[in-house]
């Protein structure tokens, strides 16, 4: 008897190759048709039961659960789903599988149990596999239990080596799975890969197993081909379709991201004039045109301030909530969803609004009001617009909050200092905007992370507006979240390190010192063309009993008339870096007097050095400044 390897390499038919079984006599691999003809049979067949489990799986892709499982969001239950999903699918395949006895076809649809001279071809092992590189070693090994255990009932001589191929198929893949990136640029070909040497496997152990031996050789001569082929090509689909779900929901958060930035912008100049009714009867109107909503209202703490759309002949402007739901909303604080009229709980008898989505409004961390996205019909309240509704909730919270900064800026006594402290770049923010919306269409996460850095940076503003002092910290964070937004605009232009003495992070300073210095650092010391690898370091330590924050840089540093200049007088230019520095330079000395120096000067490498010394004893205080100093 041949070797196995040999016999594998041989198994595969020739024109006009006749073997014969020495109990029965009778042939396999010609009989009526030869080797290749019989091939051309079985293919079709095959692949129109591979066909059917295609199906199955595109059916299977609408499914949340599904979805989940492809973003590895899964836990026990959903492993548990995942198994009995695939083992259905092996034991599918099994019940669709193409008879073969004595070498001939049959096209039997759901075959109960096997004779002894039978064997079956299938697509048990793609789906067994594919459960094995979605979810891991233990859903393999479940999926292909299941699957095998149905093989082994349904008998015929190759019970054993089928069953035994499968549950090794789903331990290999399970395996390979924890490696395996469904995202991946040759995810499909690497998953067509090991389906096809799964497939191989079987056919090895097959003609290891199975008994006798020569009816082995000459089925896996008649099977091997078409099995090979059909299975490799439904793995690809398969993994296509997975693909295909993904692209759909990247394409879907790009378009939700563009949309909300395109709403945000459209209702910036509305929203920053705060919460009354001829703000937000604009903003709704606007919010109303670019969603699937059929009304939207906005409404304060007691009253509705603008409803747009169905219902408003009930839902009247200045009046008091007419539904239940929004009080709850502003009670707890909580985004609520209502998928029937009766849970929106409206007032008035026969409102035609039977969904709705209403979500809080924060300033300064309580809620100001209610936004509230209303449908006539549930079916419209997607997951989709469900997402966007969330989204405009947190950034209309930022604008309302730019609108309560700027009218405690006008109410502030140190009107100088405050105008500095509450100011908001609008060529910064709309250079953001633009940065995240070409963002949107090429990385949409990245677009996402962008717009958490741009609500924390204008966040950061808002909090220091009302306050004279905070901790380095926070300043730190406003600073880190400038440095994301323009990085990402000029990804590899410059680099920043920062060097901060841990125990200094709740030492209080100034808001709006360190943000402005490295702004005027990353627009004005580098140039493209003269200064190689550029950086710029933030650093706060302790030094001689002072508190030392500075920002340094090795661009091209500054004449020795705009040493003098810069932070002595308020200067006009193009640039605008002087008027910034001086108000910081006025502000240190306005709080801590004489006993702080802000100082700017050329370092002897090149590129500049802005230093702020501040008394530790104006940070902590005498005792604790005394402490720091002897540790």
């Known amino acids: 008897m041949a070797g196995l390897f040999e016999t594998l390499l041989f198994c595969f038919p020739k024109t006009g190759e006749v073997f014969y079984n020495k109990r029965k006599g009778f042939q396999y691999g010609r009989v009526e048709n030869k080797g290749g003809s019989f091939m051309a049979t079985l293919l079709p067949v095959m692949l129109e039961r591979a066909g059917i489990l295609v199906i199955a799986a595109f059916l299977l892709s609408r499914l949340k659960t599904f979805r989940q499982i492809i973003h590895q969001e899964y836990g026990r239950k959903e492993k548990v789903v995942l198994i009995i999903v695939f083992g259905i699918f092996g034991i599918i395949s099994n019940y669709t599988g193409i008879v073969i006895e004595h070498g001939k076809v049959s096209h039997a649809f759901g075959q109960g149990h096997l004779s002894v001279e039978s064997a079956i071809a299938n697509t048990r092992i793609m789906g067994v596999g594919i459960a094995g590189l979605l979810g891991g070693p233990v859903v393999g090994i479940g999926a292909g239990l299941l699957a095998s255990i149905h093989r082994l009932s349904l008998g015929g001589y190759t019970d054993i080596a089928c ?106 100049a509305h929203f920053r004039k705060g919460l009354n009714m001829q703000s937000c009867k604009e903003a709704a109107e606007i919010i109303l045109k670019h969603t699937a909503a059929d009304a939207v209202a906005i409404t304060d703490r007691e009253k509705v301030l603008a409803h747009a759309g169905v219902a408003s002949d009930h839902h009247i402007p200045l009046e008091s909530m007419s539904t239940k739901l929004t009080e709850r909303v502003l009670l707890h604080g909580k985004i609520m969803v209502a998928r029937t009229a009766k849970e929106i709980q409206c007032n008035h008898e026969g409102c035609p609004l039977q969904a709705a989505i209403v979500l809080p409004l924060f300033v300064r961390e309580q809620v100001a009001g209610t936004l509230k996205l209303y449908f006539t019909s549930a079916s419209q309240l997607s997951a989709v617009e469900q997402e966007l509704a969330e989204g405009l909730s947190k950034l209309f919270s930022n604008q309302l909050e730019l609108a309560e900064a700027e009218l405690q800026r006008k109410l502030l006594k140190d009107a100088e200092i405050k105008a500095l402290q509450a100011q908001v770049h609008p060529h910064f923010f709309f250079n953001a905007i633009n940065t995240i919306t070409c963002l949107v269409r090429t990385d949409a996460d990245k677009a996402r992370e962008l717009l958490v850095q741009l609500a924390a940076f204008f966040r950061s503003n808002l909090q220091g507006a009302g306050k004279m002092l905070i901790p380095l910290e926070k ?157």
């Open 475 to 631: 300043e730190l964070e406003h600073v880190k979240a400038y440095l994301a937004i323009e990085q990402a605009r000029f990804p590899g232009w410059y680099h920043v390190h920062f060097d901060i003495d841990p125990l200094l992070h709740t030492a209080m300073v100034p808001p709006f010192t360190l943000q402005p210095l490295v702004e005027n650092a990353v627009h004005h010391a580098f140039t493209q063309q003269f200064t190689k690898n550029p950086f710029i370091v933030v650093r706060a330590r302790v030094k001689n009993g002072k508190f030392i924050m500075e920002t340094e840089d090795n661009g091209k540093g500054i004449s020795k008339e705009q040493v003098q200049s810069l932070g002595n007088v308020a200067v006009d230019s193009a640039e605008g870096t002087g008027t910034a520095l001086w108000n910081i330079r006025k502000r240190i000395e306005e709080i801590y007097g004489h006993s702080a120096v802000f100082r700017i000067e050329n370092r002897k490498t090149g590129g500049t050095k802005v230093a702020i010394s501040i008394p530790l004893e104006e940070i902590w205080g005498g005792e604790y400044a005394e402490g720091i100093c002897s540790g």
């Open 163 to 268: 069953s035994l191929s499968t549950m090794i198929a789903g331990i290999i893949m399970g395996f390979i799975g924890r490696r395996f990136n469904v995202r991946g640029k040759y995810a499909a070909l690497e998953a067509v890969a090991a389906g096809v040497l799964m497939e191989m496997l079987q056919m090895g152990i097959i003609l290891a197993v199975a008994k006798p031996f020569e009816e082995a050789v000459a089925l896996v001569r008649l099977i091997a081909v078409p099995m090979i082929s059909i299975n490799g090509f439904g793995t690809f689909i398969f993994i296509l379709i997975i693909q295909t779900i993904l692209l759909e929901e990247e394409r879907t958060r790009a378009v939700q991201t563009h949309k909300a930035l395109q709403i945000a912008q459209e209702t910036l």
